[in-house]
């Protein structure tokens, strides 16, 4: 069974598990740990009158511990239960076996069972299902078309027979009137939890219209226009197994919540025309790359998708900060943006998150290795991070009386918080602290070689 070698490893080490010492906790600290309580059904009379009602976890173990949580989150047959649920399922095992380790340690088989129980306890069977999407602005006539995994036909109710103790018959019912002469899209995804099959299914859906729209576009005979269909709000979900259980559903579109300016954004809105003022005041070539960044971060908010908001907002920052004679780009950008800050006295994140940001999620959704990967926290920390950058760049370039992109670049990486940066980053032990080190490293050389 899947992550059973390791689940019984982790075990073991709870079979010679020790107390921890004053001594350890300083490691336990610098290593990472916890300390949970131990479920009230397993503490025994003689745990309660010592005060043992937790256990700590710590170095190995903990990050052991922690992988094959991580691990057990990515398996599709446990997409059903939550993270808190997954987590106390665990460490019940992990306590059980630490307050029996005698009975565990004298009898090894006994371990790789319980291991196998507890796996075979909580992963699910995945199922498969037909989900089913209205598609607007599409009229796909009397034909029936298979597109590569999908199929494209008009709505047949006839196709769709409800058990008679369906919960959802009345909106289910009311589904089927919208669908009623409309195109639908059909495609199939496996899983054991109903909304998280939706969701992937919708993905999977709006993925297939572009290739559908991708296969139709013919210059001069479609316009764009034509093309611009997309996927209704609601759905219809069966299990293939069983068609007539029927799950229905919808997902609401994105819409503007509108906005009424009010007094006390007085403040905002005198900041940042302070700010805007300087701009107006910039050489035309730093003024044009200024409004152009703030362009890029104005569609990256008009944007839905996390990972087109995330390049949108990259591209910004390139805009700022890069030449095109630039190689390592990533690298660059991570420690020009916190040189920036850190010039402008404004908190900086640090250039391992910022190369993270940049070579994980930007390169991996734009060289096509991922889709879907950014997340809302992703792009909330990159919003943060390139609305300060253009605010502090027109401060810094106002300054300074730049006139050029070199010029302003070369002040950052000649001021004197490069060393302090240097220092910062040697002593870090991470791959991604190390390549923004050596790329700055390789940028310090030039001016010395001068």
């Known amino acids: 069974m899947k992550h059973q070698k390791t689940l019984v490893k982790l075990l073991r080490k709870f079979l010679g598990?020790?107390?921890?010492?004053?001594?350890?906790?300083?490691?336990?600290?610098?290593?990472?740990?916890?300390?949970?309580?131990?479920?009230?059904?397993?503490?025994?009379?003689?745990?309660?009158e010592k005060g043992e009602s937790s256990l700590w976890v710590w170095g190995e173990s903990y990050l052991e511990y922690q992988s094959l949580v991580s691990a057990l989150r990515k398996e599709t047959e446990l997409e059903y239960i939550t993270d808190k649920q997954l987590k106390d399922k665990l460490w019940y095992l992990v306590c059980d076996v630490y307050i029996n380790r005698k009975c565990y340690?004298?009898?090894?088989?006994?371990?790789?069972?319980?291991?196998?129980?507890?796996?075979?306890?909580?992963?699910?069977?995945?199922?498969e299902y037909q989900v089913i999407f209205g598609v607007d602005n599409l009229d796909i006539g009397s034909e029936n078309v298979d597109f590569y995994?999908?199929?494209l036909t008009k709505f047949d109710r006839g196709q769709f027979s409800l058990s008679g103790n369906d919960p959802f018959s009345s909106l289910t019912e009311r589904i089927f009137s919208d669908f009623a002469g409309k195109t639908v899209i059909q495609v199939t995804e496996v899983g054991n939890k109903p909304n998280l099959i939706a969701e992937r299914a919708r993905k999977k859906a709006i993925n297939h219209l572009h290739f559908f729209k991708a296969a139709l576009s013919?210059?001069?005979?479609?316009?764009?226009?034509?093309?611009?269909?997309?996927?209704?709000?609601?759905?219809?979900?069966?299990?293939?197994s069983d068609p007539s259980k029927?799950?229905?559903?919808?997902?609401?579109?994105?819409?503007?919540?509108?906005?009424?300016?009010?007094?006390?954004?007085?403040?905002?809105?005198?900041?940042?025309?302070?700010?805007?003022?300087?701009?107006?005041?910039?050489?035309?070539?730093?003024?044009?790359?200024?409004?152009?960044?703030?362009?890029?971060?104005?569609?990256?908010?008009?944007?839905?998708?996390?990972?087109?908001?995330?390049?949108?907002?990259?591209?910004?920052?390139?805009?700022?900060?890069?030449?095109?004679?630039?190689?390592?780009?990533?690298?660059?950008?991570?420690?020009?943006?916190?040189l920036l800050q850190s010039i402008m006295d404004d908190d900086a994140i640090t250039p391992a998150l910022m190369l993270w940001l940049y070579g994980e999620i930007r390169s991996n959704v734009i060289h096509g290795s991922a889709m879907g990967y950014a997340t809302k926290r992703d792009y909330d920390s990159l919003l943060g991070v390139t609305r300060k950058l253009i605010f502090n760049f027109i401060q810094f370039a106002k300054d300074r009386d730049i006139h050029k992109l070199n010029d302003l670049i070369k002040a950052l990486e000649t001021s004197d918080k490069v060393k302090q940066l240097t220092d910062w980053l040697q002593k870090q032990d991470d791959g991604y602290s190390n390549d923004v080190l050596e790329a700055l490293n390789k940028s310090l050389e030039q001016y010395s070689a001068k």
């Open 246 to 338: 029927i799950y229905p559903g919808w997902k609401r579109r994105r819409f503007p919540f509108g906005f009424k300016y009010s007094d006390g954004l007085d403040e905002k809105f005198t900041e940042a025309n302070e700010i805007f003022e300087r701009l107006k005041s910039l050489p035309q070539k730093i003024k044009d790359r200024v409004e152009r960044a703030l362009i890029w971060f104005g569609k990256s908010i008009a944007e839905e998708n996390l990972d087109e908001k995330v390049i949108k907002l990259f591209t910004a920052i390139e805009t700022l900060i890069t030449l095109k004679s630039d190689s390592k780009k990533g690298e660059k950008i991570a420690y020009r943006v916190i």
């Open 105 to 127: 340690s004298k009898n090894k088989k006994e371990l790789e069972k319980k291991a196998e129980h507890f796996l075979s306890e909580i992963f699910k069977p995945i199922e």
């Open 218 to 240: 013919n210059p001069g005979f479609l316009a764009d226009e034509n093309l611009l269909f997309e996927l209704s709000e609601k759905y219809i979900m069966r299990k293939v």
């Open 149 to 151: 995994d999908c199929n």
């Open 17 to 48: 598990a020790q107390k921890l010492t004053s001594e350890m906790f300083k490691q336990a600290f610098d290593e990472g740990y916890m300390n949970w309580s131990i479920p009230d059904e397993l503490l025994t009379n003689e745990m309660l």
